[in-house]
């Protein structure tokens, strides 16, 4: 059974940075795809980054410079690293794991950031 833990959020003043960290235990499989996805308040969940199994990293454009998204393969942890945060950036954010071969999602419950002026 894939679990996902998200962990890292809290309030936070415009500014400044947070690390989150999504923890995974079970078999992911060699081939996956781990992300990051933010949900503001009354609004959809929408991808903030993924990193890929080959080492390959991507992030929406408009959070590039201050957003950064790793994997510690050690560890099975994917972490989400938010720097100059602003309140568009409150909301919660949820880990996502894709295995390939076969074909399996799993989310994590979120963890809830608040960024207070």
């Known amino acids: 059974q894939v679990q996902l833990v998200e962990s890292g959020g809290g309030l936070v003043e415009v500014g400044g940075s947070v690390r989150l960290s999504c923890a995974v235990s079970?078999?992911?499989?060699?081939?996956?795809?781990m992300s990051w996805y933010h949900q503001p308040p009354g609004e959809e969940r929408a991808v903030v980054g993924n990193t890929y199994s080959d080492g390959k990293i991507d992030l929406v454009r408009y959070l590039e410079g201050r957003f950064s998204i790793f994997r510690d393969e050690t560890k099975s942890t994917v972490h989400l690293q938010m720097n100059n945060v602003d309140p568009s950036d409150t909301g919660v954010y949820f880990c996502?794991?894709?295995?390939?071969?076969?074909?399996?999602?799993?989310w994590g419950r979120g963890t809830r950031v608040i960024v207070s002026s």
């Open positions: 996502r794991i894709r295995r390939l071969f076969p074909d399996e999602i799993y």
């Open positions: 079970g078999d992911i499989g060699k081939v996956n795809i």
